[in-house]
């Protein structure tokens, strides 16, 4: 068990549709990451907040939208649904604002859009 | 662009050594990091390099050469439950992270 808590486990909706993905960090970690994990594309890095405040953004598509709250659970919001959003996310926290230290992942939400 | 290229598929046999090597072409490089990943499971953190040479950790081992672009992980005394994906990931300026595809190990009696 990593730390990193991840609601819901599964998620089922149809394309268009729009869905909220929550993390809870580690006790303790300042920031985190989210990454979409499908079989042709493995790992891609989305985004990392760190204490409230976008840190750094990697490959994610302008209908997807994250935030950290004053509590530092994070929400990732995933709009206008496609098929090809289905996929495996992730999220992970780490103790480090520069992503030097190891990130700790969450079991991962499965997205299934039909 | 960013590239990461690993071996897609290993086979080992139980208590030998394997090396599993990853390839990069990144710009604005700033660390290299192994992780373990099980079938249906999150990835786990094995190792980080940011500097040239070898790390080693029990069974585990990585290796970095900034020059080549190259890294290694070694896994040595292998056991069943070492059969995973194997994901290597860099760091770049700008704190973005770049996986490569992972490669699939499979530990065999």
């Known amino acids: 068990d990593s730390g990193v808590t991840q609601t819901p486990k599964h998620l089922i909706t149809a394309t268009g549709q729009r869905v909220t993905l929550r993390c809870s960090p580690r006790?303790?970690?300042?920031?985190v990451y989210w990454y979409q994990q499908s079989l042709d594309q493995g790992l891609q890095f989305l985004i990392q907040?760190?204490?409230?405040?976008?840190?750094a953004k990697g490959n994610i598509l302008e209908r997807f939208s994250a935030q950290q709250f004053p509590d530092l659970h994070s929400e990732l919001n995933l709009s206008s649904l496609e098929l090809g959003d289905s996929a495996l996310y992730f999220c992970?926290?780490?103790?480090?604002?520069?992503?030097?230290?190891?990130?700790?992942f969450g079991p991962g939400t499965r997205l299934t859009v039909t | 662009g960013q590239n990461i290229d690993q071996p897609t598929e290993m086979t080992a046999t139980e208590g030998a050594i394997v090396q599993i090597n990853c390839t990069y072409q990144?710009?604005?490089?700033?660390?290299l990091f192994w992780y373990q990943q099980h079938a249906g499971e999150a990835p786990t953190f094995l190792s980080y390099?940011?500097?040239?040479g070898l790390e080693e950790k029990g069974r585990f081992s990585s290796f970095l050469s900034r020059s080549k672009g190259y890294s290694y992980l070694l896994l040595k005394e292998l056991q069943m439950k070492d059969s995973a994906s194997y994901l290597c990931?860099?760091?770049?300026?700008?704190?973005?992270?770049?996986f490569g595809t992972g490669t699939s190990l499979t530990v065999i009696p």
């Open positions: 992970a926290s780490s103790g480090s604002r520069d992503g030097s230290y190891e990130q700790y």
């Open positions: 006790s303790g970690d300042l920031s």
């Open positions: 907040y760190y204490n409230g405040e976008e840190r």
């Open positions: 990144t710009s604005g490089f700033n660390g």
């Open positions: 390099n940011v500097l040239d």
């Open positions: 990931a860099v760091r770049v300026s700008g704190n973005q992270f770049y």
